[in-house]
């Protein structure tokens, strides 16, 4: 089965830290989204692209978080400096041109302290 | 802004029972609505998909139905198992401009089905 892949898995790391997670899209589709899922606030919608250009980001604190698509097979998120509120899991899904059908990654869980 | 509401936030049932979970959102201007499945510390499984110009999909036990006109789905599992526990996430996408394809999700509903 295609599968979308994130990593890593899970990341505990010191307040301050760069965070980048990364995101392998099931080939073939080109619409790429990153969502965060908190207790509080379930999941939301951070940054979006289409064809590797980002078509939505307002859902992302734009003065830590950036988000690339450095080439159709790789996506990432990146946060810097982190801070304890960015706790959740991050959520990568792709969908096909059509968005008929949209796979989501196992997350990455994240843990700043 | 698209709002989609889950109802009942949670639901603990017996086995066998029959049951309903709710979806409603406030902007009928959708492309699809998907159901979708997520088990404790796990991601996302998709369950059924309506588009807009269906009113109902079917897999196995589950069927789920779109009102899109009032804003509304259902998803309907029957003679539920204790597998089936987890919980249950509606979402809609967008249709328009560079919204299009764009998921908003429900809150949820956690399911507990008891042996």
């Known amino acids: 089965d295609a599968r979308v892949t994130q990593t890593p898995r899970d990341k505990v790391t010191e307040m301050g830290q760069e965070v980048t997670m990364r995101c392998q899209p099931i080939l073939g589709h080109n619409t790429v989204f990153w969502y965060r899922q908190t207790m509080m606030q379930g999941l939301e919608l951070l940054a979006y692209?289409?064809?590797?250009?980002?078509?939505?980001d307002s859902g992302m604190p734009k003065d830590r978080f950036s988000a690339e698509m450095p080439d159709a097979t790789l996506a990432t998120l990146k946060i810097q400096p982190s801070e304890p509120r960015d706790s959740a899991v991050y959520f990568c899904?792709?969908?096909?041109?059509?968005?008929?059908?949209?796979?989501f990654g196992s997350g990455t869980r994240l843990t700043v302290v | 802004k698209q709002e989609v509401t889950q109802i009942p936030a949670a639901l603990s049932v017996p086995e066998g029972e029959n049951l309903v979970l709710n979806c409603s959102f406030t902007d009928s201007a959708i492309y699809n609505l998907q159901w979708f499945r997520q088990d404790p510390g796990k991601g996302l499984t998709s369950l059924l998909l309506i588009q807009s110009s269906q009113r109902e999909q079917t897999s196995g036990r589950l069927n789920a139905s779109l009102d899109k006109s009032s804003g509304r789905s259902t998803l309907y599992i029957a003679a539920s198992q204790p597998g089936d526990s987890a919980t249950y996430l509606c979402a809609v996408s967008e249709g328009r401009g560079t919204s299009y394809g764009k998921l908003t999700f429900g809150q949820g509903t956690i399911l507990t089905v008891h042996p």
């Open positions: 899904a792709s969908a096909p041109q059509t968005v008929y059908g949209y796979t």
């Open positions: 692209f289409r064809n590797r250009a980002p078509l939505d």
